[in-house]
T-cell receptor
Framework: AQSVTQPDIHITVSEGASLELRCNYS??????LFWYVQSPGQGLQLLLK??????LVQGIKGFEAEFKRSQSSFNLRKPSVHWSDAAEYFC????????????FGGGTRVLVKP | GAVVSQHPSRVICKSGTSVKIECRSL??????MFWYRQFPKQSLMLMAT?????????EQGVEKDKFLINHASLTLSTLTVTSAHPEDSSFYIC?????????????FGPGTRLTVL
C-alpha cells in the first residue's frame, strides 16, 4: 500500500523568505508524485508532478521539487514566498498499478507574514 | 489540462434528506472519475472510483448504500448522499482521470460544500 507523510502541519514564513515543505512517501515500486495547492474553500491546483527522468522538477508559481529515491522524499521549495502563497499544500503519490488512485498526505498549511 | 465542474458549489440540507452532487468533465470524456471527501482541516480521502457504465468501486469503510454513485455518461458522474446526517457534512471533491502516456493524470473539480443541519 502507498502512503504519504507531511511532517509539518503548519509552517509560518515571512514574505520574501524561502520555503521548503517536506514530503515522505512509501511505495514498493516507482511512485508518481504530485504537489497540489488548495486555497480555502477551493479545489486542488496541481503545482508540479514527477513521473520519471530529471529528479528536479519545475512547476508553476515558481515552485520546484526534488525527488530523492534514497530518502523516499519529494520536498517542495520556493526561493521567495509571496503573500498569495498562503494556502494548504498537499503531497500525493499515485501508481498505475494501484488503479491510478492518489493517496494524499495530511497537508501543510502555510502562513505568510508580511 | 482538463476542466472539471461541480454543482452545486454549496448545499445546505436537513437531516434525513438526500442530496445529489454533479461532477462534469467539460472538455474531455472520462471513463473514470473519483470522489473524495475532505473534513475540515484534514486531507482528502478517496471514497470511490466511478466507472462509466458499470458499478462504482468503494473504498473500505465507505457505505455504498449511503453514497450512491452514478456514472451514466463519459462527462457526468453524480454522488447522492442519502438520508444525510450532520456527520456527512464535508467538502466533496471529484476528479476525472485522463490517459496521458505512462501515467493517467487526475484533474480536480472545485468541490462541493455540504452542510447537514
Amino acid at each position: 500500500a502507498q502512503s504519504v507523510t507531511q511532517p509539518d502541519i503548519h509552517i509560518t514564513v515571512s514574505e520574501g523568505a524561502s520555503l521548503e515543505l517536506r514530503c515522505n512517501y512509501s511505495y514498493g515500486a516507482t511512485p508518481y508524485l504530485f504537489w497540489y495547492v488548495q486555497s480555502p474553500g477551493q479545489g486542488l491546483q496541481l503545482l508540479l508532478k514527477y513521473f520519471s527522468g530529471d529528479t528536479l522538477v519545475q512547476g508553476i508559481k515558481g515552485f520546484e521539487a526534488e525527488f530523492k529515491r534514497s530518502q523516499s522524499s519529494f520536498n517542495l521549495r520556493k526561493p521567495s514566498v509571496h503573500w498569495s502563497d498562503a494556502a494548504e499544500y498537499f503531497c500525493a503519490v499515485g501508481a498505475t498499478a494501484a488503479g491510478n488512485k492518489l493517496t494524499f498526505g495530511g497537508g501543510t498549511r502555510v502562513l505568510v507574514k508580511p | 489540462g482538463a476542466v472539471v465542474s461541480q454543482h452545486p458549489s454549496r448545499v445546505i440540507c436537513k437531516s434525513g434528506t438526500s442530496v445529489k452532487i454533479e461532477c462534469r468533465s467539460l472538455d474531455f470524456q472520462a471513463t473514470t472519475m473519483f470522489w473524495y471527501r475532505q473534513f475540515p482541516k484534514q486531507s482528502l480521502m478517496l471514497m470511490a472510483t466511478s466507472n462509466e457504465g458499470s458499478k462504482a468501486t468503494y473504498e473500505q469503510g465507505v457505505e455504498k448504500d449511503k453514497f450512491l454513485i452514478n456514472h451514466a455518461s463519459l462527462t457526468l458522474s453524480t454522488l447522492t448522499v442519502t438520508s444525510a446526517h450532520p456527520e456527512d457534512s464535508s467538502f466533496y471533491i471529484c476528479s476525472i482521470l485522463l490517459a496521458g502516456g505512462r501515467y493517467n493524470e487526475q484533474f480536480f473539480g472545485p468541490g462541493t460544500r455540504l452542510t447537514v443541519l
